[in-house]
């Protein structure tokens, strides 16, 4: 891909990020799961912005997953049992900027599959 294709789509999912995260925020009862898919894997976090800490975050890496469909639905199954640990049924979804296609919507499908609520 050339080099300024790939800043210009960069820079677009820099513009999508901050228009999203300008409107939603997260909180203990109501935490902002947010999502960083890289090449390689996904990472997802549960965030209380108020008190700016991580509730429960799962790295793919460690789960030894892909980032495509099936790995998204096993990191998201795995993902909801430790929220259900912490007493999370819900949040509010942050797709950190990414197109809701594919593998970041199979990732929310799957958590609200597993009873996250989102």
Do not use: C, W
């Amino acid at each position: 891909m050339r080099i300024n294709i790939l800043k210009r789509k960069i820079s677009l999912r820099i513009k999508r990020k901050k228009r999203i995260r300008a409107r939603i925020s997260g909180t203990e009862v109501l935490p902002r799961i947010s999502v960083f898919k890289s090449n390689k894997t996904l990472y997802i976090q549960a965030i209380d912005d108020v008190k700016a800490v991580t509730l429960a975050a799962i790295d793919g890496r460690k789960m030894n997953v892909k980032a495509n469909k099936e790995g998204a639905k096993k990191i998201a199954a795995e993902f909801a049992k430790i929220l259900k640990a912490k007493k999370i049924e819900q949040g509010i979804f942050d797709r950190n900027g990414y197109v809701y296609h594919g593998v970041i919507a199979a990732l929310a499908e799957s958590l609200r599959e597993n009873g996250i609520k989102l």
